[in-house]
């Protein structure tokens, strides 16, 4: 009889640490695996932005990668490239906006950067600008004004502030010294889009 109700206790006891061991991977998958789907957005210029989405996790941060295709009201479409979201949720309302002959779409990319893909959808010209901190410190506008900035060292950040129009402000946090984290500095920098190349240009800088 005690030998029955041990190898029972011995099998209740196999059986919830399979459940637990199972239950470790599960969970372990889904918070630092992969998950791939495709998320249609509606367009308020019309038509509809399809993004194919690779989420990934791993024990430092979080990302989505994401392919987008817009498909006009006529039924074309066009492979716009790209995006990255790392280590923030992902809206999933990515608007495109229009200029004279550029369709725009702007997304992010490696290091909290802003990718502007500008499109000629009649020409089926492409192009695309990134923003960055790299790309704003060597920017001969932002030399000219000799603000004390590290470079590449974190906490920074670059985010879209207002668009109007061909105009792009974005608001770039920076820090100042490297011994504090916390002593931080801040612009507005207004770009400008080329109509003729479809690149974003730095206009003015801002406090």
């Given at each position: 009889m005690k030998t029955r109700t041990i190898k029972k206790g011995c099998g209740i006891i196999a059986i919830i640490l399979i459940v637990i061991i199972i239950g470790?991977?599960?969970?372990?998958?889904e918070a630092f695996g992969e998950d791939k789907y495709s998320v249609t957005i509606e367009q308020n210029i019309g038509g509809k932005l399809i993004c194919d989405v690779?989420?990934?996790?791993d024990l430092q941060s979080w990302y989505y990668f994401i392919n987008y295709k817009y498909l006009t009201p006529?039924?074309?479409s066009y492979d716009f490239g790209n995006g990255m979201y790392q280590g923030i949720e992902w809206n999933e309302n990515d608007q495109l906006f229009k200029y004279k002959k550029w369709t725009i779409l702007i997304t992010g990319t490696d290091f909290d950067a802003i990718k502007i893909i500008s499109y000629d959808l009649t020409a089926n010209k492409k192009s695309e600008s990134i923003i960055e901190p790299h790309s704003i410190q060597k920017d001969s506008l932002w030399k000219s004004r000799n603000i004390e900035a590290v470079l590449m060292w974190s906490p920074s950040k670059v985010e879209i502030d207002t668009i109007i129009n061909n105009r792009i402000l974005v608001d770039y946090t920076f820090r100042i010294d490297r011994e504090n984290p916390d002593n931080l500095g801040s612009r507005l920098i207004e770009y400008e889009l080329d109509n003729l190349?479809?690149?974003?240009e730095m206009k003015s800088i801002s406090e």
């Amino acid at each position: 009889m005690k030998t029955r109700t041990i190898k029972k206790g011995c099998g209740i006891i196999a059986i919830i640490l399979i459940v637990i061991i199972i239950g470790f991977f599960w969970a372990f998958n889904e918070a630092f695996g992969e998950d791939k789907y495709s998320v249609t957005i509606e367009q308020n210029i019309g038509g509809k932005l399809i993004c194919d989405v690779t989420y990934s996790a791993d024990l430092q941060s979080w990302y989505y990668f994401i392919n987008y295709k817009y498909l006009t009201p006529k039924g074309k479409s066009y492979d716009f490239g790209n995006g990255m979201y790392q280590g923030i949720e992902w809206n999933e309302n990515d608007q495109l906006f229009k200029y004279k002959k550029w369709t725009i779409l702007i997304t992010g990319t490696d290091f909290d950067a802003i990718k502007i893909i500008s499109y000629d959808l009649t020409a089926n010209k492409k192009s695309e600008s990134i923003i960055e901190p790299h790309s704003i410190q060597k920017d001969s506008l932002w030399k000219s004004r000799n603000i004390e900035a590290v470079l590449m060292w974190s906490p920074s950040k670059v985010e879209i502030d207002t668009i109007i129009n061909n105009r792009i402000l974005v608001d770039y946090t920076f820090r100042i010294d490297r011994e504090n984290p916390d002593n931080l500095g801040s612009r507005l920098i207004e770009y400008e889009l080329d109509n003729l190349n479809g690149k974003v240009e730095m206009k003015s800088i801002s406090e």
